[in-house]
């Protein structure tokens, strides 16, 4: 067995040169890029999942929100518990709930099963993500080799995106949508025999308590604004079951705060927030992952359920996405250089405004290559500026005692907002999706038709097979209904990003001099 290290032991058991160290950039990338697929994968599977476990449109959300929401809330918590613990440890418990929690949403017999499942999943993702991080720093040692390192894990972040929506939409197709969940058994097992043999333990002295109060108190009041924000769409934002659940989030959000503003040990130091461009970044993360992770969402119920599109071919539709991320990525980070973040992040957010308000104009006859394609394009090679230049920005000037959590924050805001904006936007298109079917039904037979789609699908779908059948005539509506609903959200998404340009423009002034100022590596971890 090899003991422990500590991360400030320049020299010892474990030797810089570690023979292994390639090999364990092999078994940390495996692990990486089974957080990355389930960002993904499950969105392309999501329409059949529904439909085999009658989720209605209002809750179908939750099986994104439910992943993301514990693991933006907790991935600081995560963090400090594997420097306190044991990296190796942890992650190796990690791996194995995440299989478990995988193996249990494969399985699901339920919405609330399925749901609960990918809950845990993100419990045990928090964990995992900033334990590959730490490993891939102590790892590789050496300045060049580290970046090297950087560099590959980098594109398994940046790749496995698309691996999982090609990867989604095969084993939906071809097999089931619950392999899109399976499928994380095996990769998990072959982590964890690689994690045995390959990754040294470490981790670092302990310093005060974990804040477990603190991260309570986070995910709560955060679950509760989600939840808040579903129940409108199954209320109305005027029922106490909406606002009763916004204001206790607020209470407990605000508690939060001020614990955090007091506590020495913070899981999120409240002076982090204190630097006004990384205070920036992490407005522009929340405000970009509450109009981005929808969109995804809402683009393949689109081509699945509007466009009648194979899970394959959705799969493929958002291959051009991967590509910008990369190309504007590639391009943002020389132009940082050049210009700074202070035009580098807001010339993102504005690609994707005009993505965003392309997007908002679709209708049923909307082609890919002529609307989503262009749509898609743009929002990528912005997200690719954006991605890239925050993380540097808020890494920028930070103690070395905070550059674990200051990065972190940069993921955590883009989870936490994914979840906020999932359940926010979706209750925008339900809202409109049944407005528009209220005011379009032109006959008793058409309303009938509509209610049996919303009561029994499976009746619905032999009826509407009916040549100029009522229910053929009420799938149109609801089609178009659909649609209408996807392009509202896209409408608010755009004005999120509007106002997150705006915050860049008056919180981001980093100058390309602060960029060069950041260790490349030190700008992924």
Same mark, same amino acid.
């Given at each position: 067995?090899?003991? +422990?290290?500590?991360? #400030? ?27 990355? /697929?389930?960002?993904?994968? &499950? ?52 791996? @194995? @709930? ?5 193996? /249990? ?135 106490? =079951? ?43 993360? #929340? ?37 910008? &991320? ?19 992040? +807001?010339?993102?957010?504005? /690609?994707?405004?005009? @993505? #965003?308000?392309?997007? =908002? ?16 394009? #743009?929002?990528?090679?912005?997200? @690719? ?116 340009? &705006?915050?860049?423009? /008056? ?12 260790? +490349? ?5």
């Amino acid at each position: 067995m090899t003991s +422990p290290t500590t991360d #400030l032991e320049k020299s010892g058991s474990v030797s810089d040169l570690d023979p292994k160290r390639w090999l364990a950039l092999i078994v940390i990338g495996i692990a990486q890029l089974m957080v990355v /697929l389930d960002a993904t994968i &499950v969105n392309i599977a999501l329409p059949d999942a529904a439909t085999a476990l009658h989720i209605s449109d209002a809750n179908r959300q939750w099986i994104v929100t439910a992943y993301a929401l514990p693991f933006g809330a907790l991935l600081l918590l995560g963090g400090r518990i594997g420097d306190y613990l044991g990296r190796k440890k942890i992650l190796m418990i990690a791996l @194995g @709930g995440f299989a478990l929690a995988s193996a /249990l949403g494969g399985i699901a017999q339920d919405f609330v099963m399925l749901a609960g499942a990918r809950a845990l999943q993100g419990v045990f993702a928090a964990m995992l993500a900033p334990s590959t991080l730490s490993m891939l720093t102590v790892t590789f040692r050496d300045p060049k080799e580290r970046a090297k390192a950087f560099a590959v894990f980098g594109a398994i972040a940046g790749g496995g995106a698309a691996v999982g929506l090609v990867l989604g939409g095969l084993l939906t197709e071809y097999a089931t949508w619950r392999w899109c969940l399976l499928v994380n058994v095996p990769i998990s097992v072959v982590a964890i025999i690689g994690t045995s043999i390959y990754l040294h333990e470490s981790n670092t002295e302990r310093q005060g308590s974990y804040d477990v109060l603190g991260a309570l108190l986070g995910t709560i009041g955060l679950g509760m604004l989600v939840w808040g924000f579903n129940q409108a769409a199954s209320h109305s934002w005027s029922s106490p =079951s909406t606002w009763g659940w916004l204001v206790g989030a607020v209470v407990l959000l605000v508690l939060f705060v001020v614990l955090e503003s007091r506590n020495p040990h913070a899981i999120l130091p409240m002076r982090i927030l204190k630097d006004r461009n990384r205070a920036g970044a992490y407005v522009v993360g #929340l405000l970009v992952g509450t109009g981005l992770f929808a969109v995804f969402l809402f683009l393949t119920f689109f081509l699945q359920g509007v466009k009648l599109w194979s899970p394959v071919q959705s799969g493929v539709a958002f291959l051009p996405f991967s590509a910008g &991320v990369i190309i504007g990525a590639g391009v943002g980070s020389q132009l940082v250089l050049k210009v700074g973040a202070k035009i580098v992040v +807001p010339a993102g957010l504005i /690609l994707g405004v005009l @993505g #965003l308000v392309v997007l =908002s104009r679709l209708t049923l006859s909307s082609s890919y290559v002529g609307t989503i394609l262009p749509a898609v394009l #743009l929002m990528s090679v912005g997200m @690719g500026f954006i991605f890239m230049s925050t993380t540097n920005v808020a890494l920028h000037g930070v103690d070395a005692k905070d550059s674990g959590v200051a990065s972190a924050m940069v993921n955590t805001t883009q989870q936490i907002g994914g979840s906020l904006g999932t359940a926010l936007l979706s209750t925008f298109a339900v809202s409109a999706t049944t407005a528009y079917i209220a005011g379009h039904i032109d006959s008793a037979a058409t309303g009938a038709a509509v209610q049996l789609y919303q009561t029994n699908p499976n009746a619905f779908a032999a009826a509407a097979a009916v040549p100029d059948s009522a229910a053929q005539k009420a799938m149109v509506l609801i089609n178009a209904a659909s649609t209408h609903g996807y392009s509202v959200a896209f409408t608010w998404a755009a004005g999120l990003f509007a106002l997150a340009t &705006v915050a860049s423009l /008056l919180l981001i002034n980093a100058s390309k001099t602060d960029a060069a100022a950041v260790e +490349p590596g030190l700008a992924m971890a």
